[in-house]
């Protein structure tokens, strides 16, 4: 039952994760995030007991030392993306980063100046008491984590007041994914300091996520605080994508007019393309959209099927009457419009719809 809990929710974060890196490439944006998300299903891929089976082959305990390395970088990445998303970005951003640093440095050197660590599953509760590099290491992670979650979830607190919609919902699933990790880190304090007044202490191996009161704070908690970590980044990005889905359908359905348009009127084309983003591309799709339409003579009260009308029976050279220049409209208003003329033209001209994915020009 954990592993099938940290397994999965670990792909997940890696499947967001991968889609986000994607994302960023294309747009130049949201990278940090990608890293926290990939980081994050390693660390439950790591941890997962069949995982640290087989990476205790390699050297032992290994696998403990990988996911609590991939967690502290995601709790970076993820400090740093909320800092971002509420403007904050460039406080505090070296001293994040010098801490991280530092932090991984120390945690190798002690797990690795540690003898007769354990293999299979990496649980260190008898070794406390006579391996003190040990206690070095479990206070730099749980040091570092706490004081990652405490910013992860000031910043979002701050930022709720002044947040709304995708946005406050993710801020506020951040905050409670703070929550969780804290009592999760709680836990951990508490059962190291009983694990080194115990003289004999006994291995707290789970049954599963929930099965005790430890159990519920060192895996139930940890997973359901990832959990809400992937949605409460996830959702801000809902409208971008709805609004990314939009523009490629404006796009598609401004294809065979703009390409009339670029024909009659060369000189309308940009020679900048728009840019890399979907956005710029329709930006620049409908400024090119627009000169063609005023040189071809339509106005704004003209309705869609008369401005189509007219697009198609442009003669093929230019007449000697200036054509009316037409004002410029609010964006929203602006894509209306054309989609309107570009449906029109699409009846009149007799165009089928191109094949998603055909390139602009």
């Not at 980044?233 to 294809?255: C, N």
């Amino acid at each position: 039952m954990i592993d099938i809990l940290f397994v999965g929710v670990g792909l997940f974060a890696l499947a967001v994760g991968i889609w986000r890196a994607v994302r960023a490439r294309r747009t130049g944006a949201g990278a940090g995030l990608a890293v926290s998300l990939i980081a994050l299903g390693a660390a439950f891929c790591f941890l997962s007991n069949r995982a640290q089976l087989f990476e205790s082959e390699i050297y032992p305990s290994l696998g403990r030392l990988l996911s609590n390395l991939a967690t502290m970088v995601a709790a970076y990445g993820i400090g740093l993306t909320v800092a971002e998303i509420s403007g904050t970005r460039d406080r505090g951003r070296r001293t994040r980063l010098v801490a991280l640093g530092v932090a991984l440095i120390l945690l190798t050197v002690m797990f690795f100046s540690t003898s007769g660590l354990p293999r299979g599953v990496g649980v260190f509760d008898e070794l406390y008491r006579t391996h003190p590099t040990l206690v070095v290491y479990v206070f730099v992670y749980t040091v570092y984590l706490g004081f990652a979650v405490l910013d992860i979830g000031v910043v979002s607190a701050v930022t709720i007041r002044a947040s709304g919609g995708a946005l406050r919902a993710g801020l506020t699933l951040l905050l409670l994914a703070s929550a969780f990790a804290v009592a999760y880190l709680a836990g951990k304090i508490v059962a190291t300091i009983r694990a080194l007044q115990d003289d004999h202490p006994a291995k707290a191996l789970c049954r599963g996520p929930f099965s005790t009161l430890p159990c519920t704070l060192d895996v139930g908690f940890p997973a359901i605080s990832v959990l809400l970590i992937v949605v409460g980044l996830t959702i801000p990005s809902i409208p971008g994508l709805v609004a990314g889905r939009r523009d490629a359908k404006t796009l598609r359905l401004l294809r065979p007019l703009r390409a009339h348009l670029t024909r009659r009127f060369p000189e309308i084309v940009r020679i900048d393309p728009g840019g890399p983003s979907r956005r710029e591309r329709l930006l620049t799709a409908m400024s090119e959209t627009n000169d063609g339409l005023i040189l071809a003579g339509v106005t704004p009260e003209l309705a869609p099927s008369g401005a189509a009308r007219l697009v198609r029976d442009l003669p093929d050279e230019p007449g000697e009457e200036e054509p009316p220049v037409a004002q410029a409209e609010p964006f929203a208003a602006d894509v209306a419009r054309l989609r309107a003329i570009a449906r029109a033209y699409r009846k009149v001209d007799g165009v089928t719809a191109p094949e998603v994915g055909s390139p602009v020009r």
